[in-house]
């Protein structure tokens, strides 16, 4: 099974400051590789998919990079409502896929 | 859009069966370009994927090692819904759980989940 660690695992920032939060696979899954959003109570919400390319409606300061087995997402300016617990998952062991263990990104 | 809503009982006895349908609206559960998954959470276990199900000619089904013996996904295509059974539960069970709709195995639609529990 492919595992996904997150880090940091709480990340405390300011609004208007950059958000880096990294993924990294245990094994090389190409640029297989998704972010989600949840917030208290909602279901995860799609960010990015395929390593880098942002899904519908979600807002150009949300970014992905990376491939192999180093990802990262980046916030270029925090928002309020971004404050939220972020996650990665894997299709690249499909049709089993996994997710990792989240980012808690909590106001400073 | 796309919309998806689970239903079903919140508390299940120990060794018993968890069922819960997964009802669509804005799309197909034998649209042959996706599939149709059950996903839980809990803060022990995080995300864990259970399985899914498609229709490409034919039904597909595919079930995570960790439920394989115990688990079925069943589509219902007059009602446009597809179910999950979880046999022998155990409190180990008890989580949010999730339906969703993945397209090349990219998760982008979420239901609201569901609470259930496993307790006697």
Known sequence: ?108 | QVQLQESGPGLVKPSQTLSLTCAISGDSVKTNTVAWNWIRQSPSRGLEWLGRTCYRSKWYYDYAESVKSRITINPDASRNQFSLQLNSVTPEDTAMYYCARDMNYVVDYWGQGTPVTVSS
Request: charged fraction near 15%; charge should be neutral.
């Open chain 1, 1 to 108: 099974e492919i595992v996904l660690t997150q880090s940091p695992v709480t990340l405390s920032l300011s609004p208007g400051e950059r958000a880096t939060l990294s993924c990294r696979a245990s094994q090389s899954i190409s640029s297989h590789l998704a972010w989600y959003q949840q917030k208290p109570g909602q279901a995860p919400r799609l960010l990015i998919y395929d390593a880098s390319n942002r899904a519908t409606g979600i807002p150009a300061r949300f970014s992905g990079s990376g491939s192999g087995t180093d990802f990262t997402l980046t916030i270029s300016s925090l928002e309020p409502e971004d404050f939220a617990v972020y996650y990665c998952h894997q299709r690249s062991s499909w049709p089993s896929i996994t997710f990792g263990q989240g980012t808690r990104l909590e106001i400073k």
